[in-house]
């Protein structure tokens, strides 16, 4: 007696329900799981600070310097943090976009997220004077504020945003990980200092 091939057997057809079932149970799970516990938010918002951070010194560089610039410009195609309409030069973050822009006219600058503002002459393909961006003196009056400003937040961040910070900030300057001893101390003392601030 042969088995007819039209049918399919009754264990595949279970095994592959069962598959499917599974798999909307696991995306379910994901999903309220990110709607339960957003930490991915926190720390996304904790970088966004950070990086904002980063483009506020760059443009109080650039101010102090007295240079034309324009913010998230698109040149070659290509989206750039600044961009120098006189000088024709595109500062990004990005790797890719400065490779991009590497190959026409105009002179990328690649600018890492953790390099102070100050430090953007050095990069420049052009003389600039010498400035000193100093602290904002109401910060340097208040060691909290300096706190928040160094983990990259405001002084309204809740508890879990400021370990969060310290977390991220941590992987960037510890000294095993290429970093600077002087900064790992001032954010560990920023750290604790915010953490007896938060809201």
């Given at each position: 007696?042969?088995?007819?091939?039209?049918?399919?057997?009754?264990?595949?057809?279970?095994?592959?329900?069962?598959?499917?079932?599974?798999?909307?149970?696991?995306?379910?799970?994901?999903?309220?799981?990110?709607?339960?516990?957003?930490?991915?938010?926190?720390?996304?918002?904790?970088?966004?600070?950070?990086?904002?951070?980063?483009?506020?010194?760059?443009?109080?560089?650039?101010?102090?310097?007295?240079?034309?610039?324009?913010?998230?410009?698109?040149?070659?195609?290509?989206?750039?943090?600044?961009?120098?309409?006189?000088?024709?030069?595109?500062?990004?973050?990005?790797?890719?976009?400065?490779?991009r822009i590497d190959r026409?006219?105009?002179?990328?600058?690649?600018?890492?997220?953790?390099?102070?503002?100050?430090?953007?002459?050095?990069?420049?393909?052009?003389?600039?004077?010498?400035?000193?961006?100093?602290?904002?003196?109401?910060?340097?009056?208040?060691?909290?504020?300096?706190?928040?400003?160094?983990?990259?937040?405001?002084?309204?961040?809740?508890?879990?945003?400021?370990?969060?910070?310290?977390?991220?900030r941590v992987k960037e300057?510890?000294?095993?990980?290429?970093?600077?001893?002087?900064?790992?101390?001032?954010?560990r003392e920023a750290y604790?200092?915010?953490?007896?601030?938060?809201?």
């Amino acid at each position: 007696m042969q088995a007819d091939p039209s049918t399919v057997p009754e264990w595949l057809v279970l095994g592959v329900l069962l598959g499917a079932g599974g798999s909307v149970l696991v995306a379910g799970l994901f999903v309220v799981a990110d709607r339960l516990f957003p930490a991915d938010q926190q720390s996304r918002q904790v970088r966004d600070g950070g990086e904002e951070r980063r483009r506020a010194e760059l443009r109080e560089y650039l101010q102090a310097i007295d240079e034309q610039f324009a913010e998230n410009h698109f040149v070659e195609g290509q989206h750039v943090a600044f961009y120098l309409p006189k000088r024709d030069v595109a500062i990004t973050f990005d790797a890719r976009a400065y490779y991009r822009i590497d190959r026409s006219p105009t002179r990328p600058v690649l600018v890492e997220h953790e390099m102070p503002g100050v430090h953007l002459g050095a990069r420049l393909p052009f003389e600039t004077p010498e400035v000193s961006l100093g602290p904002d003196p109401e910060q340097s009056a208040d060691p909290t504020l300096q706190a928040f400003a160094e983990l990259g937040l405001r002084q309204t961040a809740t508890l879990s945003e400021v370990k969060a910070a310290y977390r991220d900030r941590v992987k960037e300057v510890h000294p095993d990980h290429g970093g600077d001893e002087e900064e790992f101390k001032r954010v560990r003392e920023a750290y604790t200092m915010a953490k007896q601030h938060a809201s």
